[in-house]
């Protein structure tokens, strides 16, 4: 079968599709990505047929403009459902979300150009993350099945069902649902209708291990997550046993091309892990140091080292909560101590710490003293080890890439709709 894979041009969420993008190629099945053009030499790269479409999008730059205006809000949105918020909240984050970040990664120019590869290409399935509400719509407009690769707890749909039955409560006229709104007039231009399986897709494929899973009453595929970390070169030094506990400190690569403020300092990390009786290997860039500072004689900075590689050998890892860094860590079997305070992050970071298998320390609290204090524990309470492999073996419990393809045939075979003198 032919297989349309779309992404946001984030590579962060790209790394995530392509242990399936592979595993459909090696049952012999034909793979394309498209995406916005900007992320065309990053496909390739993982050795995928990429297909650009439309113009890059505008988001990056809108919060560039916005400042902490913006990445204050979406720092506030309560993605955990902790606080309950009301209709009004719920109402205004999806308006918010949908103006600056749905509808700006899902441009006209993209959905326009994807729905017409689609037709060109007539694909059987389209796999869409999450936010590429582009895939949904183009499967919708030539009759493919189509499903959502979450890389993430699906904190999007539990606040989107919650938002649509407080809304079921109000009278009709007093509806008003911004993200329905964008998608009927983007579907109308294609001749097509929405409903909510445009947001939901016809069935998930879910990479998160089941502890952390959240369950919505959708149906949904299970699969491993296999770590992704792009064309990589293992250094000499990494292959030496290191003589001492070895702490990985990372915020990820998409901090060092978006205009996210990071939830902690480079120079807290070094000042937390000062003297400290470990081998510290930060991967941080030029653009992640200042001028001003201070490289502690224990650490050793890597512009880049594959984590799926550097990972495995370390004791703990010190984060800032982003999903490859969270899942690689979590399928390595390492100790986590996640400093995160925005998206799903949050949610992440606290069940990782209910799981026994981290330290979840919120923004508010960071101190150097703290992330020390909580490096030590992870170091010297062997329950954090002992929980870390638990959550571990539950990972590596769940099906393959590989091994989810036949269940991913059946279920396309279920959705896909015959076109009248399709190939």
């Known amino acids: 079968m032919r297989v349309l894979m779309t992404s946001l041009a984030v590579e962060a969420h790209f790394n995530n599709t392509v242990p399936l993008a592979w595993?459909?190629?090696?049952?012999?099945?034909?793979?394309?990505?498209?995406?916005?053009?900007?992320?065309?030499?990053?496909?390739?790269?993982?050795?995928?047929?990429?297909?650009?479409?439309?113009?890059?999008?505008?988001?990056?730059?809108?919060?560039?403009?916005?400042?902490?205006?913006?990445?204050?809000?979406?720092?506030?949105i309560?993605?955990?459902?902790?606080?309950?918020?009301g209709y009004?909240?719920?109402?205004?984050?999806?308006?918010?979300?949908?103006?600056?970040?749905?509808?700006?990664?899902?441009?006209?120019?993209?959905?326009?150009?994807?729905?017409?590869?689609?037709?060109?290409?007539?694909?059987?399935?389209?796999?869409?993350?999450p936010f590429t509400f582009a895939g949904a719509v183009a499967a919708r407009a030539t009759g493919a099945a189509h499903a959502r690769l979450l890389w993430g707890p699906d904190l999007f749909l539990q606040t989107r069902q919650t938002f649509r039955r407080q809304?079921?409560?109000?009278?009709?006229?007093?509806?008003?649902?911004?993200?329905?709104?964008?998608?009927?007039?983007?579907?109308?231009?294609?001749?097509?209708?929405?409903?909510?399986?445009?947001?939901?897709?016809?069935?998930?494929?879910?990479?998160?291990?089941?502890?952390?899973?959240?369950?919505?009453?959708?149906?949904?595929?299970?699969?491993?997550?296999?770590?992704?970390?792009g064309p990589s070169v293992i250094p000499q030094w990494l292959r030496t046993p290191a003589d001492r506990p070895r702490i990985c400190l990372t915020l990820g690569i998409t901090s060092r091309d978006l205009p996210y403020p990071n939830m902690v300092s480079v120079d807290q990390l070094f000042e937390s892990v000062a003297g400290l009786d470990a081998e510290i290997v930060a991967t941080f860039d030029a653009g992640q140091l200042a001028e001003s500072t201070r490289l502690p004689d224990n650490v050793r900075v890597t512009d880049f080292v594959p984590l799926q590689a550097l990972l495995p050998t370390c004791s703990a890892v010190v984060h800032h909560g982003g999903v490859g860094t969270w899942s690689t860590a979590a399928v390595s079997g390492v100790p986590q101590l996640v400093v995160a305070g925005m998206w799903d992050n949050v949610y992440r970071a606290r069940r990782l710490a209910d799981l026994g298998a981290g330290i979840f320390l919120p923004p508010h609290e960071l101190t150097a003293a703290a992330l020390r204090d909580g490096l030590e524990q992870l170091l010297t309470k062997p329950s954090f080890r002992e929980e870390s492999h638990r959550l571990q073996a539950e990972i590596l419990a769940e099906p393959s890439p590989g091994a989810v393809v036949p269940v991913i045939e059946e279920m396309t075979g279920r959705h896909r709709r015959p076109r009248p003198g399709s190939r």
């Not at 790269?45 to 916005?66: F, K």
């Not at 918010?96 to 037709?119: G, H, I, K, P």
Request: aromatic letters at 10%; one cysteine or more.
């Open 23 to 76: 595993a459909l190629r090696a049952a012999g099945h034909e793979v394309h990505v498209a995406s916005h053009p900007a992320l065309t030499e990053i496909i390739t790269r993982a050795g995928l047929v990429a297909a650009p479409v439309g113009t890059d999008h505008t988001h990056h730059e809108l919060v560039r403009e916005l400042g902490a205006e913006l990445t204050g809000f979406y720092r506030d």
């Open 78 to 85: 309560d993605f955990t459902g902790e606080r309950g918020g």
């Open 88 to 129: 009004t909240e719920l109402k205004g984050a999806n308006t918010l979300l949908t103006a600056t970040f749905y509808a700006q990664a899902n441009n006209d120019s993209m959905v326009d150009e994807l729905v017409d590869y689609a037709r060109f290409w007539e694909p059987d399935l389209v796999v869409w993350e």
């Open 167 to 229: 809304t079921d409560l109000l009278p009709e006229e007093l509806h008003d649902d911004a993200l329905e709104e964008w998608l009927s007039w983007t579907l109308d231009r294609f001749g097509c209708a929405f409903d909510e399986e445009v947001v939901t897709g016809q069935w998930n494929i879910d990479q998160m291990p089941r502890s952390v899973r959240l369950d919505l009453g959708r149906p949904s595929v299970p699969v491993r997550y296999v770590p992704y970390n």
